[in-house]
């Protein structure tokens, strides 16, 4: 099966044919890390996760890096305020980051570079751009790509290199020599983090890193350096252009033969953002919905289409869902067989088919229908009981859906200290029952119900579950 993806910079669905037969390559820009994680960076790494596991499953051996930018004007500014040091802090973020991630199923890249850990390789790439003249130091000691040098500058995005907004800029710092010409070094001043280079004291500018990690963990070929380049839309200009025209002048090759880009993240019909107050952070929502569940709802919406946070349409997944959930629950502890061939191809289809991830939704839902239907007919039935758990964790392994144990997930929402209570009750009944207590046990069954808890008497013992 081809896998064919929209590369949004050729702006048109193309087939996936790797650089290297067998082989993906795959860089996503990550994180800043000075804040926790909101429903914007969820988006991005389900997208490119589902991604990894589709050409997974086409049987790639998938390479993804996704870096941490982990020193930033805004990192500095909240060391400020922090007590921390730069290190304390960003470690801080970049395992808050990773703990939210896990929570949703992300499966963890395969490299993960810092930009603090990369800076050797920056260097060299700077000096590689300052020896081509495609880079230039002003008198502050800062040093600037110069965006006359590439022929091909705006292929990317394509943007118009000069508007009415960038010449006024130009004037506000008339040492760059052209409007979009961007900071590649920023020399050390007052109140600053430095690292010492031969080029200067100083820090890396954002878009250098991402170009200087590719070149130091991706071999590519001669034309490219990865296969696919991912990143969310708001990248597109001018993080990407300046990606792609670095290495171009200092490598005489594009950074990616495809590129990929996720749509934005909207709540309730408005841009995300923190002056609104409508930009909450991914802990903030994992306290009150399972990470299952957000990751279902997160990409039931293809990747490339802006995303509408909104209850009604959570709530609506959740249904879903449980309907999972319930199909799994009724082949509890059962064997789990081969997943079925017409299933797995459908499925698999669907997402070759540029993540159609929505479809593939649709496709389990139907599956879960005739699962029901079938199970209604022949209860007895084992290939079929083995055969709809392994469709189940096949859904697992392709999409991250169906991975959770079906009992705990309809016991969601019940505090530690009920549990504990419901537990207790439970084993008071099973005693009830052994010295011959129906009315006791049944009476204890009536107090659980009153709780909102329903008991189930399995051949492993007594289950329950919220109502
Ligand atoms: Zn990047």
Redo the contacts with the bound molecule.
């Keep these: 099966m081809s896998f064919y993806l929209y590369d949004s910079v050729q702006k048109e669905k193309r087939e996936f044919i790797p650089l290297a037969e067998g082989k993906a390559t795959i860089?996503v820009?990550?994180p800043t890390v000075y804040d926790d994680a909101h429903l914007g960076h969820a988006r991005s790494a389900l997208s490119f996760d589902i991604l990894k596991r589709t050409l997974q499953d086409l049987g790639y051996n998938v390479t993804l890096a996704k870096?941490f930018?982990d020193i930033d004007d805004k990192i500095i500014n909240k060391l400020a305020t922090s007590g921390k040091t730069l290190h304390e802090l960003t470690e801080f973020y970049i395992n808050r980051y990773l703990e939210d991630m896990a929570a949703l199923g992300v499966l963890r890249a395969d490299i993960e570079p810092k930009a603090t850990e990369s800076i050797e390789a920056i260097e060299k790439m700077i000096t590689e751009l300052l020896e081509s003249d495609c880079a230039y130091t002003i008198e502050n000691g800062d040093i600037y790509f110069d965006t006359s040098k590439d022929s091909r500058y705006g292929s990317i995005s394509h943007m118009v290199t000069d508007d009415a907004q960038n010449i006024s800029r130009i004037e506000a710092n008339s040492q760059k020599r052209n409007p979009k010409d961007f900071a590649l070094w920023k020399a050390c001043k007052e109140q600053d983090v430095c690292f010492n280079a031969k080029i200067g004291q100083g820090r890396p500018g954002?878009?250098i890193?991402?170009?200087a990690m590719i070149n130091k963990f991706f071999k590519g070929n001669d034309e490219y350096c990865i296969d696919i380049?991912c990143?969310g839309a708001d990248?597109l200009f001018p993080?990407?252009e300046n990606?792609a025209a670095q290495t171009r002048c200092a490598l005489n090759k594009e950074i990616a033969k495809y590129w990929m880009h996720n749509g934005f993240v909207q709540i309730d019909g408005e841009k995300m953002s923190k002056s609104l107050g409508n930009s909450f952070f991914l802990k903030d929502a994992l306290k009150v919905y399972d990470g299952e569940l957000l990751r279902y709802y997160l990409i039931s919406v293809h990747y490339r289409n802006d995303f509408n946070f909104n209850e009604v349409d959570l709530q609506n997944s959740k249904k879903r869902l449980d309907r999972l959930y319930r199909l799994k629950k009724r082949l509890y502890g059962g064997k789990v067989g081969r997943v079925n061939k017409a299933f797995k191809e459908a499925l698999l289809q669907a997402m070759c088919d540029d993540l159609n991830s929505s479809k593939a939704m649709a496709i389990v839902d139907d599956m879960i229908s005739s699962a029901n239907e079938q199970l209604d007919k022949e209860p007895k039935n084992k290939a079929l009981k083995q055969e709809i758990l392994g469709n189940i964790d096949y859904l697992c392994q392709l999409l991250g859906i169906g991975c959770k144990d079906a009992i705990e997930w309809f016991q969601q929402g019940v505090s530690e200290e009920e549990k504990t209570k419901i537990e207790s009750l439970i084993a008071k009944r099973a005693e009830a029952k052994k010295a011959k207590d129906f009315e006791s046990a049944d009476a204890i069954r009536e107090e659980l119900q009153n709780m909102g808890i329903a008991i189930m008497d399995m051949a492993d013992g007594t289950k329950w579950e919220k109502l």
Excluded: P, Q
């Design positions: 860089y820009c990550g870096n930018t954002w878009h890193e991402c170009s380049h990143g990248l993080h990407h990606e």
